[in-house]
């Protein structure tokens, strides 16, 4: 949990402020019982009615000073805690911005997202608590027992029986309570995983008519957050009673011991209530320290979930020095790579994979799914690090590149078109902020995109649903392309990205790349071989290794695999045209 130290310091200054407050108002707490016990010693006992009016006006200005700085700690609080969470937030989602994506493989999305918004609330909850009252408890118990014990030290030696007790059943409430809570925060992963899950996927749940089955899948998580939070709660529940009783008890005696005293003539009866008053402060500052320490248990389990994401390494470095300025452009180099997802034990996705793209070329890649060929082009752009042999970018190893250069030059469609909530203008901008109209009309006319747009009533400035509802699979696929040319980069990777265009369109788009800068290197994913077929080179995957290698005719006269997707796609069209 060390990151919280960076947010201490911060609001050192703060926090002192209201620990300065919230003194005068322990304080102020303090006094009231040892004036009424001189009330009623001194002015009622002796009919000094001027003493009680003036003891009195003392406590009116004691409560105002409490009241005061009670308002005071209120304002310093809220504010802090606002701040303390809003940064955390706002540092956290950097923090996973600059993930890798091995490192984002490693946390469910729904999880991050509980992480970021339901663990970061919990925290700061605690925060303000901590500055409202809980910084008041320790002062008001510690002030009340001096006070107490000033009073009559003999009636005093029933608190050093209540308050180890007291002690102990807090620590073994903290105990208890730790792993039942980081239990339920799971639980909650899960349960927002279902929704994150159903809700992106609703359109076939509604086609299948899942709906049943659905709902059954969230009402089992539903129902294990409840019972993992019941379980908690219940463990929990016998601690705060269990405090109670035991300070009762401690008053019951008080009231005993103290009533044989003034019997005895050794006590005034002002003293039995100012000390009684003392232990109900007692007890509910230890009443306050254990919902603390409750507090504290949920507040620890989020912040460790937080400091997971915070203690993550993107272990994805480079040479801060410049890297040697590169002759060529738009050339890419695989050296016997081999990769895996799981680091260097895991079993290779891909393995010996040594070819070239030479500037300006068109690489396309075939293969059957599952065969390692969008694993092979997210080595490019650096998404992860090959496991053994080296990819490089303009004769310069990737890993020698500051990514964020690196990713200038090569620009991805995925597979999975992504679009974002805003106009189609923004979308297509979100590959270059700097992107002049003129720039993203052409890019957009280049993927074929500026006819169907054009036709829109607003043009270019139609709104988007989230991922891009409204819009065909086709259409958006080409405003994902649209938004990957903008940027202007010497290398395209487009993965699979056309599979929901028809034929002519794409064949559209491939001629306007040849002829949008003739040194433009592009690697074509596709399953379609009629995608490929016109590529300069084409490279067949087959359970993640290079099978062959060559033009279409090359491959036609010597590649089996190659001959059989032939047969496979072109061979039955050829046959159902006949
Ligand atoms: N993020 C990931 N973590 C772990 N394994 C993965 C990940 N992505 C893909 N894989 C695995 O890597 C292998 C190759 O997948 P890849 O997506 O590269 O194949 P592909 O040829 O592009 O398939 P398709 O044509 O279906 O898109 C598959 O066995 C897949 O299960």
């Known amino acids: 949990m060390q990151f919280l130290n960076k947010y201490i310091r911060k609001f050192r200054k703060q926090f002192g402020l209201a620990f300065i407050f ?10 009231q019982p040892t004036i009424i016990a001189k009330i009623i010693d001194v002015g009622i006992a002796q009919n000094n009615l001027d003493y009680v009016l003036r003891m009195g006006g003392l406590m009116l200005l004691i409560t105002a000073v409490g009241a005061v700085a009670a308002s005071g700690r209120n304002i310093v609080a809220s504010r802090v ?8 937030r706002s540092d956290m989602f950097r923090k996973i911005q600059g993930f890798s994506f091995e490192n984002l493989d490693k946390y469910d999305r729904a999880s991050l997202v509980t992480r970021l918004t339901g663990d970061v609330t919990q925290v700061q909850v605690f925060v303000n608590g901590l500055m409202r009252i809980f910084m008041k408890a320790p002062l008001l118990c510690i002030g009340a ?11 005093a030696i029933v608190l050093l029986i209540v308050v180890p007790l007291v002690g102990l ?11 039942f809570f980081t239990k339920v925060q799971l639980a909650l992963d899960r349960m927002n995983s279902i929704i994150r899950e159903y809700l992106s ?21 539903n129902d294990q957050y409840q019972e993992r939070s019941k379980t908690a709660l219940r463990a929990l529940a016998i601690f705060t009673p269990g405090i109670t009783l035991t300070v009762n008890f401690g008053i019951v005696a008080v009231v005993w011991f103290g009533g044989l005293q003034v019997k005895q003539g050794h006590m005034q009866v002002g003293h039995i209530i100012a000390f009684t008053n003392y232990m109900t402060q007692i007890l509910f500052a230890l009443m306050v320290i254990s919902m603390v320490f409750n507090m504290f248990v949920r507040a620890r389990a989020s912040a460790v979930r937080i400091g997971e994401v915070f203690a993550e390494e993107n272990k994805m470095s480079w040479k801060k020095e410049a890297p ?20 260097l034990e895991g079993e290779p996705v891909i393995r010996r994979i040594t070819f070239e793209c030479k500037s300006g070329e068109t690489v396309g890649i075939i293969g059957s799914t599952g065969s390692g060929k969008s694993s092979l082009v997210s080595l490019i752009p650096r998404f992860y690090d090959a496991s053994s042999g080296s990819v490089e970018v303009n004769g310069v190893d990737v890993r020698t590149i500051d990514p964020k250069l690196l990713r200038e030059k090569v620009a991805i469609v995925p597979q999975k078109t992504v679009l974002f909530s805003g106009s189609i203008l923004e979308n297509i901008r979100w590959g270059k902020e700097a992107a002049t109209l003129e720039e993203i009309v052409q890019a957009a006319s280049m993927a074929e995109a500026n006819s169907f747009i054009a036709e829109f009533p607003e043009g270019y400035e139609t709104r988007l649903g989230r991922g891009g509802v409204n819009l065909s699979g086709g259409q958006k696929q080409r405003i994902s392309i649209a938004r990957a040319l903008v940027r202007q980069p010497e290398i395209l ?17 491939k001629q306007a790349l040849k002829s949008y800068a003739k040194d433009l290197t592009c690697l074509i994913i596709a399953q379609r071989i009629s995608s490929v077929m016109d590529a300069d080179k084409i490279i067949v995957l087959n359970e993640g290794e290079i099978v062959g290698m060559g033009n ?20 039955k069209e050829v046959h159902k045209n006949v």
Not at 148 to 153: E, F, H, Q, T, V
Not at 498 to 508: G, H, L, Y
Request: hydrophobic share 45%; glycine share 6%.
């Open 22 to 31: 919230l003194s005068f108002e322990a304080l102020a707490d303090l006094m």
């Open 81 to 88: 805690s606002q701040r303390f969470g809003a940064d955390l």
């Open 145 to 155: 027992l001096i006070m107490a014990i000033r009073l009559d030290p003999h009636l």
């Open 169 to 179: 059943l807090i620590v073994i409430n903290v105990k208890v309570g730790f792993p």
């Open 201 to 221: 996927g609703v359109r076939v749940v509604k086609a299948f008519n899942r709906f049943d089955y659905e709902v059954g899948k969230f009402d089992k998580a």
């Open 324 to 343: 040697k300025q590169a002759e060529v452009k738009g050339k890419v180099e695989f050296k016997d790579v081999a990769f895996s997802y799981e680091g």
């Open 493 to 509: 990777i487009l993965d699979d990205c056309t599979s929901a265009v028809d034929p002519v369109t794409e064949a559209n788009i």
């Open 552 to 571: 279409h005719d090359e491959l036609m006269k010597n590649n089996l695999v190659y001959q059989e997707i032939f047969q496979s796609q072109v061979g």
